[in-house]
Structure formats: structure tokens, C-alpha cells
């Protein structure tokens, strides 16, 4: 009696916590608690895994602007502005061409989530191109192709036929969403002559973000799993099986 008198009502003897295991699964009150904690739980497992990948994703897309920037901005920096007329009129034939094309290719290998670097002297209508590295899958256009203004060039257009500086842009090649940084490349009267340019395909950063989701998510429900089997046994033993004694 001693040893029992802080409690507000008799202990539940451990032969009676035993048998509630199977009695207290089919009670209606803890049928009730077990759905209330899996919706909350789940609940919060998405709102924390929208929430990680958005700011992972952001954090991604930040550190790849980042990256395809550096790569334009080493790119413009080993072509010489004052033969840009010679890269287009006679492309491998011109003297350092071939040189400048290895060290080119260099710094797209070296530079991280960077599909495509090249080259382009922007017109009214049409991109000229000097450079286009070759990747895995595709071959690069050869020195003074012409292609067309790409659509979600347009907003940008008149800046980049004046040689402004635009930086980076975001675009949108078929169904997928690209980033593009422009690096000017001047010639010895300070004049931008072209652009030196690195693509980013954000396809690329949602493989990672993928994979960081799969991770957050296992991560969570395992804490979440462990949790939810605390609560069931609180809830269980300490207000399902009393209160189903009392009624």
C-alpha cells in the first residue's frame, strides 16, 4: 500500500498489460490514436521531405550557377577577341585553334554538372559558332555554324547583340529547363566581340535532388517508425486500456 500510494489509481498488474497486447489492438479508442498518429506522421514526413528538397534543390541550382559562370568565365579568358573573325572565316586552320579547343575541353571535364561549353558570337538573328566542345553523346557544331536564336534567348537579345554583360539565364530547350552563363569575351579595344558559354540542364541537379530524397525519406521514417511505436505503447497502457477498465 505504501509503495503504491502516489498513484491516483491501482497499477495495472503486469498479467493484465500482457493480455491488453491482443485485447487493446481491437480496442476502438486505440484503432482511432493509430490512424491519428500515421496521418500526423505522415503529414510531417512530406512537409519536412518539401521542404529539404526545395532548399537542397535552391542550394543545388546556386552552386551549379556558380559552376557554369566559372566555366564561361575561364572559357572567355583562353580565347583571343582579336581573331574572332579568323575562328569563323577558317575555323581548325587558324593557328592556335586547335590549342585553344584542348584547353577548352579541359575546362569542361574539370567543371562539375556542365553539359555543353562553347563559344557563340551573338547576331540579330542567328548565333555563330567559333567553339563547341564535343561531349559523350554528341558531336559539337564545327567553327561558323549558324543556328537560330533560341526562343528564350529573346528577353535577352538586344543586351547580348550590344555586348552587355547578362550573366546567367534560364531557358527552356524542349521540355527540359536549362541555365546558360554568358562570359563576354572582349578583344584589345574592350569591345565584346562574342560569348564564351556553359549549359546546365537542371535534369542534371534533379537526379541529386532525387537521390537526396530517397535518403531524407528513409532517414525520417526510421526516427518516425521508432516514434509511433513509443506512442502506441504510452498511449496503449497509460489511457486506451485504463479508460476501456473504467467504462
Given at each position: 500500500?505504501?509503495?503504491n500510494s502516489g498513484?491516483r489509481?491501482k ?6 498489460i500482457?493480455?491488453?497486447?491482443i485485447?487493446?489492438?481491437r ?6 490514436i493509430?490512424?491519428?498518429?500515421v496521418v ?5 514526413v512530406a512537409?519536412?521531405?518539401l521542404?529539404?528538397?526545395n532548399?537542397?534543390?535552391e542550394d543545388?541550382k ?6 557554369a ?9 583562353v580565347i583571343d577577341?582579336d ?6 572565316k577558317?575555323?581548325?586552320d587558324t ?9 577548352l575541353?579541359?575546362?569542361?571535364k574539370?567543371?562539375?554538372g556542365?553539359?555543353y561549353l562553347?563559344?557563340i ?8 559558332y567559333l567553339?563547341d566542345?564535343?561531349?559523350?553523346k554528341e558531336?559539337?557544331?564545327?567553327a561558323g555554324?549558324v543556328k ?9 537579345l ?5 555586348g552587355?554583360?547578362?550573366g ?16 563576354p569575351?572582349?578583344?584589345?579595344a574592350d569591345k565584346?566581340?562574342?560569348y564564351?558559354c556553359?549549359d546546365?540542364?537542371?535534369g542534371?541537379m534533379?537526379k541529386f ?14 526516427f ?5 511505436q513509443?506512442?502506441?505503447s ?5 489511457l486506451?486500456?485504463p479508460i476501456?477498465k473504467?467504462?
Open positions: 500500500e505504501i509503495y498513484w489509481q497499477p495495472i498488474p503486469k498479467e493484465e500482457i493480455a491488453s497486447k485485447e487493446g489492438y480496442n476502438t479508442l486505440l484503432k482511432k493509430i490512424v491519428m498518429l500526423v506522421a505522415s503529414s510531417f512537409i519536412i521531405s521542404v529539404s528538397i532548399i537542397y534543390f543545388c546556386e552552386e551549379y550557377s556558380i559552376n559562370m566559372n566555366a564561361a568565365t575561364f572559357a572567355s579568358e577577341g581573331r574572332i573573325t579568323d575562328y569563323i577558317w575555323g581548325e593557328s592556335d585553334y586547335r590549342d585553344t579547343q584542348d584547353l575541353q579541359k575546362i569542361l574539370n567543371s562539375q556542365v553539359h562553347y563559344v558570337r551573338v547576331e540579330r538573328n542567328n548565333l555563330v567553339f566542345m564535343d561531349t559523350g558531336q559539337g557544331y564545327t555554324a537560330p536564336i533560341d526562343e528564350s534567348f529573346s528577353p535577352y538586344d543586351q547580348l547583340v550590344k552587355d554583360d547578362v546567367t539565364v534560364i531557358g527552356k530547350e524542349g521540355s527540359e529547363m536549362v541555365l546558360t552563363a554568358f562570359a569575351i572582349k578583344n584589345s565584346t566581340v562574342a564564351a556553359a546546365i540542364y537542371f542534371y534533379s535532388a532525387e537521390e537526396f530524397l530517397v535518403k531524407s525519406l528513409l532517414i525520417f521514417s526510421g518516425l517508425i521508432l516514434a509511433i513509443w506512442a502506441l504510452v498511449t496503449g497502457f497509460g486506451v486500456y476501456s473504467i467504462t
